[in-house]
């Protein structure tokens, strides 16, 4: 796709206008790079704040806003901020307008519906989920010496199974508050040698996308589980994929298969390569 495309579609594509800014990201100038990332962090914000808002939370002008909404093609501030709106209410409906579009459907067909939908979310993992990625994962995770969880809203499930499976395998973990006031502290924890597991879906947690910028900054390795690469934790070991729903309602189907998955597999490397450890000490001391 020629970059004059790319941007025409950008204007109407979220995804699209990431990826199009991550790409362009070098060669911005920096007050626009502070624009940029800002827009990567916090995409809620950019879609419910005003001009003036945002340019303070930033700590720039409100014209280098326009400046930079420009630059990617849009006619100003004001249409930058509808494709994050447009985003943004496409995946935010209301529990009770969910509820009233099942009014007429009975209670067997919920249950086979929603049952359906966890096997169709678990499928869908199978078939778009990075295999590379995650080994990657796997192995950061089976060399961490300390893992740390972060999520928040329904994830907090997802942070409690994580919990129970390491503890099983003995393996250090920790779940972390979804407290932003005290995601510095928590980070301030960490080591090189940890690894921090993120999880976080539209609409995205502050509290777990300021844990996952900090540790990143603070060199400390990170495994997401996230949905696209507009989200503010998509980096280098990020896997991507969607959960299936049932009239607006999305369950952790798919995350909950993907965490056992990453538990067993870390298991099996770290017991692995206990294994070799000490096959190779018993050599070295037979040798004697």
């Not at 879609?47 to 806003?65: F, V, Y």
């Not at 909404?69 to 994050?84: D, K, M, P, T």
């Not at 508050?177 to 999880?199: C, E, F, H, W």
């Amino acid at each position: 796709m020629s970059s004059k495309i790319a941007r025409l579609v950008a204007l109407t594509d979220i995804s699209a206008f990431v990826a199009e800014v991550r790409a362009s990201h070098a060669t911005l100038p920096r007050k626009l790079q502070q624009i940029a990332d800002y827009t990567q962090q916090f995409p809620d914000r950019v879609a419910l704040d005003s001009i003036t808002e945002l340019a303070h939370q930033i700590g720039t002008h409100p014209s280098t806003l326009v400046r930079f909404s420009q630059h990617f093609g849009f006619s100003g501030f004001s249409e930058l901020q509808r494709l994050y709106r447009d985003h943004l209410r496409s995946n935010s409906v209301g529990y009770s307008s969910r509820l009233e579009g099942i009014d007429d459907v009975g209670p067997a067909d919920v249950l086979r519906a929603i049952t359906q939908s966890a096997v169709q979310s678990a499928t869908d993992l199978e078939a778009s989920v990075d295999a590379e990625l995650m080994d990657e994962a796997v192995r950061m995770l089976a060399s961490a010496n300390t893992i740390w969880l972060a999520g928040s809203g329904r994830t907090v499930a997802v942070q409690s199974y994580f919990q129970y499976l390491f503890t099983g395998l003995g393996m250090v973990s920790h779940a972390l508050g979804s407290n932003l006031d005290q995601v510095g502290k928590y980070v301030d924890l960490m080591r090189p040698d940890d690894v921090l597991i993120a999880t976080s879906f539209r609409p995205y947690s502050q509290a777990t996308s300021a844990t996952v910028i900090q540790a990143r900054a603070a060199g400390i390795p990170c495994v997401c589980l996230t949905d696209t690469e507009v989200s503010p934790i998509y980096g280098p070991v990020s896997l991507l994929y969607s959960e299936d729903q049932f009239a607006g309602f999305r369950s952790l189907s798919a995350t909950m298969s993907l965490a056992l998955y990453l538990a067993i597999e870390a298991g099996r490397h770290r017991k692995e390569a206990r294994k070799s450890d000490l096959a190779f000490r018993n050599r070295g001391y037979d040798s004697r």
